[in-house]
């Protein structure tokens, strides 16, 4: 997780990358909103994520089987 502190505000962005968008949903969804002095949340989703020449920047889960 990476947090940033707008200087001009009390807004925090924060960067998160979770397995699925289940866990995803329940942070933002259930976890965030429960914790004192959050007002609101908001999410953008990014489904893939590329390093400047092109590969994942973690790598990627074996295939089940």
Same mark, same amino acid.
């Given at each position: 997780? +990476?947090?940033? @502190?707008?200087?001009?505000?009390?807004?925090?962005? +924060?960067?998160?990358? %979770? @397995?699925d968008?289940?866990?995803?949903?329940?942070? %933002? @969804?259930?976890?965030?909103p429960r914790?004192?002095?959050?007002?609101?949340?908001?999410? @953008?989703?990014? %489904?893939?994520?590329?390093?400047?020449?092109?590969? *994942? *920047?973690? *790598?990627? *889960?074996?295939?089940?089987?």
């Amino acid at each position: 997780m +990476t947090i940033e @502190r707008a200087a001009a505000g009390h807004d925090i962005l +924060t960067a998160v990358a %979770t @397995r699925d968008l289940p866990t995803m949903s329940r942070y %933002t @969804r259930d976890l965030l909103p429960r914790l004192p002095g959050i007002t609101d949340v908001q999410a @953008r989703i990014v %489904t893939h994520m590329f390093t400047a020449d092109g590969s *994942p *920047p973690w *790598p990627r *889960p074996s295939a089940p089987g």
